[in-house]
């Protein structure tokens, strides 16, 4: 059994189902569905699970989830990542972005393609 810490202490069992839940808001209106959600919540699960921790920090499982994320969809993750990691100005969403563009350098693939903008 995995367990999640949250921060008022309380323990919860790990479930895919609410990693689904909390990306799905960030995914609203953008090309995924809900097989893609439920193999990004199973990347997430190994992910936690290969650290071989029998309990882990919520905050853990929301940095497990930015880098599939940022490769699923390019927006949803500026979604998600302004969120979690509380963003409080345009400068916060500025280096974001120049973050994901040179990562986009690095590899081929283009996560802010199809965002609706031209």
Do not use: W
Not at 4 to 32: H, I
Not at 35 to 47: G, I, K, N, P, T
């Amino acid at each position: 059994m995995l367990a999640v810490v949250k921060r008022s202490g309380v323990t919860e069992q790990f479930s895919r189902e609410k990693v689904v839940t909390g990306v799905r808001r960030a995914c609203q209106g953008r090309p995924v569905n809900d097989d893609d959600l439920q193999q990004l919540a199973h990347r997430v699960e190994e992910s936690i699970r290969s650290a071989g921790l029998a309990e882990i920090p919520s905050h853990e499982v929301g940095l497990a989830i930015l880098g599939p994320l940022r490769e699923l969809d390019g927006v949803a993750y500026l979604r998600f990542a302004s969120v979690y990691r509380a963003f409080t100005s345009i400068e916060d969403f500025e280096k974001e972005i120049a973050d994901l563009r040179a990562a986009m350098t690095a590899g081929d693939e283009d996560p802010m393609a199809d965002s609706g903008t031209e």
